[in-house]
C-alpha cells in the first residue's frame, strides 16, 4: 500500500527560525515529491520538488531535502516569517504517467513574532 | 500568470439533486484533475482526465460523478444524486509537466 504520512499535524515556530516539516513514504512509484501550501478557503500552491536524482533542492527560502534509505523528506524554511502560516502538504505520485498525486494529512504551521 | 478558475464559488443544493462544477484550466495544460477537502481531512485525489478520457479515478469516484471536457476550455465535474457526505470543497487542477496548479475550489454545500 502506497502511502505519504505528515505525523506531525501542527508545529509553531518563531518568527525568523528555521521551520522543518516532515513527510514518509512507503512505496513511491516515481521518487518524485513535492510540497504544496494551502491557506483557508484557498486551493494548494506548488511550493517545491525534488526528484531522486538529487538528496537536495533549494528554491529560496525553502529547501527540500530526499533520504532515500528512510524513504523520509523534510521543507525547510528559513527564516520563517508570518506569511508563511499555512497547512503544508506533503505529495507523491503513485501511478504511471503522473496519473494521481497523493497528499499526506498536512501540517499546520504557525510563524509567532 | 496563468491560473485555474473555478465556479460557482459556493453551491447549495438539496440531497438528490444534480451539481455541476466548472473549471477553465490553464490553457496550454493537457492533464486535469479533480480533488476534494472534506472540511477539516486531508485533500482527497478524485480523477484524472488526458485527452478526453480518465486516466485514474479513486474509490471515492463512483457512478454517481462523471467528468466532462465539453469544449477546448472548461473541464466540469458532475454530481448526479448528491449526498450529504459529498459536502465537501472540490479543487479542480491542471499540469503540463510535473506539478500541478489548482484552483481556488468550489464549496459544495449538501442540504
Known amino acids: 500500500d502506497q502511502q505519504v504520512k505528515q505525523n506531525s499535524p501542527s508545529l509553531s515556530v518563531q518568527e525568523g527560525r528555521i521551520s522543518i516539516l516532515n513527510c514518509d513514504y512507503t512505496?513511491?512509484?516515481?521518487?518524485?515529491f513535492l510540497w504544496y501550501k494551502k491557506y483557508p478557503a484557498e486551493g494548494p500552491t506548488f511550493l517545491i520538488s525534488?526528484?531522486?536524482?538529487?538528496d537536495k533542492n533549494e528554491d529560496g527560502r525553502f529547501t527540500v531535502f530526499l533520504n532515500k534509505s528512510a524513504k523520509h523528506l523534510s521543507l525547510h524554511i528559513v527564516p520563517s516569517q508570518p506569511g508563511d502560516s499555512a497547512v503544508y502538504f506533503c505529495?507523491?505520485?503513485?501511478?504511471?504517467?503522473?496519473?494521481?498525486?497523493?497528499f499526506g494529512a498536512g501540517t499546520r504551521l504557525a510563524v509567532h513574532p | 500568470e496563468p491560473e485555474v478558475t473555478q465556479t460557482p464559488s459556493h453551491q447549495v443544493t438539496q440531497m438528490g439533486q444534480e451539481v455541476i462544477l466548472r473549471c477553465v484550466p490553464i490553457?496550454?495544460?493537457?492533464?486535469f484533475y479533480w480533488y476534494r477537502q472534506i472540511l477539516g481531512q486531508k485533500v482527497e485525489f478524485l480523477v484524472s482526465?488526458?485527452?478526453?478520457?480518465?486516466?485514474?479515478k479513486s474509490e471515492i469516484f463512483d457512478d454517481q460523478f462523471s467528468v466532462e471536457r465539453p469544449d477546448g476550455s472548461n473541464f466540469t465535474l458532475k454530481i448526479r444524486s448528491t449526498k450529504l457526505e459529498d459536502s465537501a470543497m472540490y479543487f479542480c487542477a491542471s499540469r503540463l509537466t510535473g506539478e500541478l496548479f489548482f484552483g481556488e475550489g468550489s464549496r459544495l454545500t449538501v442540504l
Open positions: 525534488i526528484s531522486s536524482i538529487k
Open positions: 482526465f488526458y485527452n478526453n478520457e480518465i486516466s485514474e
Open positions: 512505496n513511491s512509484m516515481f521518487d518524485y
Open positions: 490553457s496550454n495544460h493537457l492533464y
Open positions: 505529495g507523491d505520485y503513485l501511478s504511471g504517467g503522473y496519473n494521481k498525486l497523493i
